[in-house]
């Protein structure tokens, strides 16, 4: 047997079987060992049945049956009864006054129970027992796996992810056979020995064996810690050859006097904060280097980061090629192209430049699905002008328009710049080397790329999946800002929340209302779901709350186009109350929305809340965020009190990997990760060491000449994070 033989050499796969791997996307012996369990079960959680005895608390495992309703002989109370059944006994079970329990089970599903042992004698029964259903059952103590444990109390076995067709139990006694089959001693280990004993991990065949048959619980531990470092190593290595490739590339190496940027920040209507400044430091410095940028700006909503991305443009678009570029000397400045995820941010950072670069003999062009402008106009030199793309483009292409800022539209293959010498993106996290490329265009040089998000999340995600990016914080806020007064809403209170609303409401201001998030399983039933919500929570409040108020919609099944006619009458005060679901999160600024109401708030994270807060947090009139919460747990109240006492967005962030775990707030499908990579995320010694070791083997091997298996897990993993 050998890792890369297919399952269905060594083993009777049916039809069935082979679907439900596929699905699981497991093919080889070696796919099969690397399914990972997700969690272990202790089976001195499992009492077997025949062993109950009165008044005791029960937790069993087995097989339902013999279900039927009745009433009770004298109070005609309905009952539901059958019993359950492991293998060692059968007990009764009833519930009383739950008649439906017995409909939504049906003989022989197989169950986890838990109850109290009731009755008398040989008469006994569970009542009312909590029950979780289940595809199969674990493992059953009866199996000869665990016939020779000597001590049942210590033994810990595997729960794997199943799908229809194939169960944690098939997984489990199919691994065990390949072990018997002297799998272990096959497999060979893709990561460096050394490295594996720098962090005292243990080497793949430990591994496997610890992480599938494991003796004690320190032993999966150390199992699931080699496997989570492995995980997030190999995205690191995948993203130190992406920064290599940067790298490898030529740029435009300039130098920009202090001075010269001096003098255009001074114009600036407030001082630069500390952050600002120390990013746009950094960021000149990278100008001025060999290997083109490639940085990451995170800061909260308002934090400032268009004061930073003019200013680095300012000094790109007043540097000059350098010479022996082409064959003549060249003319004109090197250029900037700003990309916006949509057209009205697109319009809004077009305002902004306009304002940070009037004074200035410097055009600036706009580029979007609905149309192209100019700034200046040449019969009104104070404002902006429409265009046809065409000229735009020419314009572009010979330089003379030294910043483009679009949308999507900006990479569009009709676009061509002369010098293109600095990307600028914003809120566009997957924007990648190819893209950058392709703005680039042939033979050109590698422009530099600075990306920037308001997306607050913690410091190890950040290294994980900007992994090829340098990082630099704006975690300060300007001075003098009104923070957002936040307050926690219960059931209770939302009356009075309404009255302070309306209130607004009269005095001119406008007001989002986010609908809570829903989860499904499913994603085409979760956005049909939501926009049921946000339908129906628009006409409770036109009916019943908001009554003389203009109310708009906002939901994510939406076309891009509407969204924007939307945004842009609530933008006009043509809406007063904005009722969305979440998509407002990114990026538009209405200076003149002073309140947002977010129903559900303890199903959000505590840094996508603060994202959405962060809607209310321009303008000049005092903002309010009420996080509706219908939940009783202090646990929940404790947690969403932190959106009142948290310094910034990393805090929450932070806190929301440290209290909720960061599976549930960062879909795998966002970050590439599995649930194992995200564990790894509340380790910062495990992901630094995981990108440093990435980045020193790359250093080495840039194609991996030497490290064949890696080259192979990466292009499975990518492959899979295509099937997505
Ligand atoms: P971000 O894009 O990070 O959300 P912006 O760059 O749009 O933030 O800035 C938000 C607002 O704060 C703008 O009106 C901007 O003029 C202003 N601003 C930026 N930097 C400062 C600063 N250092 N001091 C005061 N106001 C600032
Ligand atoms: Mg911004």
Known sequence: MHPQDPLSTHFRIDEIHKKALKRLRIETVGDLLLHLPQRYEDISDIQSVSGLSKGQDAVVFGQIGGLKARKAWKSRKPIAEGWIEDGSARIKVMWFN????????????????????????????????????????PVDRHDSIFKNTENLDDTIYPVYRESKGVTSKWFYHTVLKCFEKGILEKMVDPIPETILNEYNLPKLPTALQWIHTPKKAEHAESARKRFAFEEVF?????????????SAATTYQFKTEKEHIDAFINRFP?????????????????????????????????????????STAYAVVTSRPPEGLGKKIEFGNLQVAYMAPTEILAKQHFESFIEYFHHLPIQIGLITGSGCMKFPSKVDATKPTKISRAQLLKWVKSGEIPILIGTH????????????????????????????????????????????TATPIPRTLALTVYGDLDITLLDEMPAGRKPVITKIVTPDKQDEMYEHVRAELATGRQAYV?????????PDKEVTLQLKSVEAEAARLKKDVFKTSRIGILHGKMKPADKDKIMLQFAN????????????EVGVNVPNATNIIIEGAERFGLAQLHQLRGRVIRGTHQAYCFAVTESKSDKTKERLKALSTAKNGFELAEHDLTFRGSGELYGSKQSGLTDLGMEALKNLKLVEAARNEARALVAKDVDLKKHPLIKLRIAHTSENLHME
């Open 409 to 452: 539209a900006l990479i569009y293959k009709s676009v061509e710049f002369k010098h293109l010498a600095h990307v600028i993106i914003d809120e566009q996290h997957r924007f990648g080397t190819n893209q950058r490329k392709a703005l680039a265009k042939k033979d050109a040089r590698m422009p530099h790329l600075l990306s920037m």
């Open 573 to 584: 005060h043509d809406i007063d109350v904005l009722v969305a679901t979440s998509v407002v």
């Open 270 to 310: 407030f001082p630069l904060t500390g952050a600002q400044q120390k990013a746009i430091d950094a960021i000149l410095k990278d100008f001025n280097g060999k290997h083109a940028m490639s940085r990451l700006l995170e800061g909260d909503v308002g934090s400032g980061k268009t004061a930073v991305a003019a």
């Open 514 to 522: 986010i609908c809570p998030r829903i989860n499904e399983p499913d």
């Open 98 to 137: 739950q008649p439906y329990l017995a409909k939504m089970l049906t003989d022989g599903t197989y169950v986890k129970l838990a109850g109290k042992v009731t009755g008398t004698g040989d008469k006994l029964y569970i009542a009312n027992p909590e029950i979780e259903k289940l595809d199969s059952l």
């Open 234 to 246: 190999y995205i690191q290595v995948q993203k130190a050859i992406e920064r290599e490739a940067v």
